[in-house]
């Protein structure tokens, strides 16, 4: 079973501050994406990058693959309170289903 | 489409009962999944669906549990004789998959809290 590991498992910052969080893994996988949860509800797709080096750029939120497609970063400029939420990277094996790393529960204080 | 459901949100029971879910998939989507979320962890693969096929089924799911897809539309997952251990978050997914390499995403439902007492 492939692994992913989320750093790190808890970031709490103010309001406007800009932060990094990271998805390691030491397989490679087809496909990385990035879910938000907020408690008691479902993940929520954000984005899926799929090539080697690719950045994708949603509003203030900027993800990066790895060239290798063994690794992945989410990247928030200028954090709100409403960016508050479980931040969960997921690989995808071949064919198959998705693995989940742990997550990083990201607090945005007001 | 309203996305995907799941039926019930909550659910308490007493250890050694049995609890069926049901999730109703986006319907466009061929591909049916359920995970497992405990408190602090990322979601666990239990089983996912191809249509009415069952592809796969994790060393987590215990022979206590069977989960079904009749006629590739909603799915059920049943547990049989509760314990302590199955509380826990159980999501399910749905995704158009058309049997490349690469995954586009899930949509997930807003999933079944089970608290067993």
């Known amino acids: 079973t492939q692994l992913l590991e989320q750093s790190p498992q808890f970031l709490s910052i103010q309001e406007g501050e800009n932060l990094t969080v990271y998805c390691n893994s030491s397989s490679v996988f087809s496909s990385l994406q990035w879910y938000r949860q907020e408690p008691g509800e479902g993940p929520v797709l954000l984005v899926t990058?799929?090539?080697?080096?690719e950045v994708k750029k949603l509003k203030r939120l900027t993800f990066q693959f790895g060239d290798a497609r063994k690794d992945s970063s989410l990247h928030i400029t200028a954090a709100q309170p409403g960016d508050t939420g479980l931040y969960l990277c997921?690989?995808?094996?071949?064919?198959?289903?998705?693995?989940f790393g742990a997550g990083t529960i990201l607090r945005v204080k007001s | 489409d309203t996305g995907v459901s799941q039926d019930p949100r909550h659910k308490i029971t007493k250890r050694g009962q049995n609890v069926t879910f049901r999730c109703d998939p986006i319907?466009?989507?061929?591909?049916l999944y359920w995970y497992r979320q405990t408190l602090g962890q990322g979601p666990e693969f239990l089983t996912y669906f191809q249509n009415e096929a069952q592809l796969e089924k994790s060393r987590l799911l215990s022979d206590r549990f069977s989960a079904e897809r009749p006629k590739g539309s909603f799915s059920t997952l049943e547990i049989q004789r509760t314990e302590q251990g199955d509380s826990a978050m159980y999501l399910c997914a749905s995704s158009l998959e058309a049997g490349g390499a690469v995954h586009y995403g899930y949509t997930f439902g807003s999933g079944t809290r089970l608290t067993v007492v």
């Open positions: 990058v799929v090539t080697g080096g």
């Open positions: 319907s466009e989507h061929n591909r």
């Open positions: 997921a690989g995808g094996e071949y064919g198959n289903k998705l693995v």
